[in-house]
């Protein structure tokens, strides 16, 4: 697919998170049986009941489509057009009643990550970015942040212990490196630190243990406002997932600058 990604793939993205939403708002701040995954990574109902509805979707509207999603696997992952979902990006948060969780949904084409949607079912709060058309939050164009050097950058990570046993190279010591050089850290929000960077709110988004459903659908949202996505070698993220190291910037000149610190760190190892 050369040129914008069709309206048409766009208005099928806002369905599927209208669907999901949908499907996840009953469940939030409520009695929710909660089971550990064979990764010890928490599931709900609600992160099936999501999934399962944008699948049955998708199915219908795109049947010549391959599908990815975090809890019920891959179909036809090779096709040309490839749909990665998170139904639940942040189920702690959603477990502790924390409306920062979010739907993320993406559409690869060839294996690149073309339109993404980033949607906080209870805040009503959504933002897509599709190649060639921007990116929107709540339908109303956004841009990220007007470029500036790392010591003046707010940086989100969701954990400070992302990087602890980190068996490739100094990805904890590249990242605390990278910690005491901007101006700001601050911890949470999974894939909703994206959103906000999008919006120009904060300027670096830098995370560990990324699976392909949890960080595909951030990079049109964050690449169509302005800003760089990559892993920490300023590889281009794809389905297959690496060492789950991504930085996302507001500008290409800071990504380079986080790059370099984190590219070094890990290096000496």
């Given at each position: 697919?050369?040129?914008a990604c069709p309206e048409e793939f766009v208005g099928i993205a806002n369905r599927?998170?209208?669907?999901?939403?949908?499907?996840?708002?009953?469940?939030?701040?409520?009695?929710?049986?909660?089971?550990?995954?064979?990764?010890?990574?928490?599931?709900?109902?609600?992160?099936?009941?999501?999934?399962?509805?944008?699948?049955?979707?998708?199915?219908?509207?795109?049947?010549?489509?391959?599908?990815?999603?975090?809890?019920?696997?891959?179909?036809?992952?090779?096709?040309?057009?490839?749909?990665?979902?998170d139904p639940i990006d942040g189920t702690r948060s959603f477990i502790c009643g924390?409306?920062?969780?979010?739907?993320?949904?993406?559409?690869?084409?060839?294996?690149?990550?073309?339109?993404?949607?980033?949607?906080?079912?209870?805040?009503?709060?959504?933002?897509?970015?599709?190649?060639?058309?921007?990116?929107?939050?709540?339908?109303?164009?956004?841009?990220?942040?007007?470029?500036?050097?790392?010591?003046?950058?707010?940086?989100?990570?969701t954990a400070p212990d992302m990087f602890d046993g980190d068996m490739s190279g100094?990805?904890?010591?590249?990242?605390?490196?990278?910690?005491?050089?901007?101006?700001?850290?601050?911890?949470?929000?999974?894939?909703?630190?994206?959103?906000?960077?999008?919006?120009?709110?904060?300027?670096?988004?830098?995370?560990?243990?990324?699976?392909?459903?949890?960080?595909?659908?951030?990079?049109?949202?964050?690449?169509?406002?302005?800003?760089?996505?990559?892993?920490?070698?300023?590889?281009?993220?794809?389905?297959?997932?690496?060492?789950?190291?991504?930085?996302?910037?507001?500008?290409?000149?800071?990504?380079?600058?986080?790059?370099?610190?984190?590219?070094?760190?890990?290096?000496?190892?």
């Amino acid at each position: 697919m050369t040129g914008a990604c069709p309206e048409e793939f766009v208005g099928i993205a806002n369905r599927l998170a209208d669907a999901s939403g949908a499907a996840i708002r009953p469940h939030f701040r409520s009695d929710i049986a909660v089971a550990d995954k064979p990764d010890l990574s928490p599931v709900t109902v609600a992160d099936e009941a999501a999934e399962r509805e944008i699948r049955r979707i998708l199915e219908k509207a795109c049947p010549g489509h391959g599908i990815v999603g975090e809890e019920f696997g891959s179909d036809g992952a090779g096709r040309d057009f490839v749909w990665v979902i998170d139904p639940i990006d942040g189920t702690r948060s959603f477990i502790c009643g924390v409306p920062t969780f979010t739907t993320l949904i993406a559409l690869l084409h060839e294996g690149e990550p073309v339109l993404g949607v980033i949607d906080q079912p209870v805040l009503g709060e959504r933002w897509v970015g599709a190649r060639g058309r921007g990116t929107t939050f709540n339908g109303a164009p956004v841009r990220t942040a007007a470029p500036k050097p790392l010591d003046e950058a707010a940086m989100f990570t969701t954990a400070p212990d992302m990087f602890d046993g980190d068996m490739s190279g100094g990805a904890a010591e590249a990242y605390e490196n990278l910690r005491s050089t901007v101006h700001l850290t601050r911890f949470g929000l999974d894939g909703y630190a994206a959103g906000l960077l999008a919006s120009g709110l904060i300027d670096l988004h830098v995370e560990g243990d990324m699976k392909p459903w949890d960080y595909l659908a951030l990079v049109p949202v964050i690449e169509n406002a302005g800003g760089v996505m990559t892993d920490w070698t300023g590889g281009r993220l794809t389905l297959e997932a690496g060492d789950g190291l991504t930085l996302a910037a507001s500008s290409p000149a800071l990504h380079a600058a986080a790059l370099d610190i984190l590219g070094s760190g890990r290096n000496r190892r």
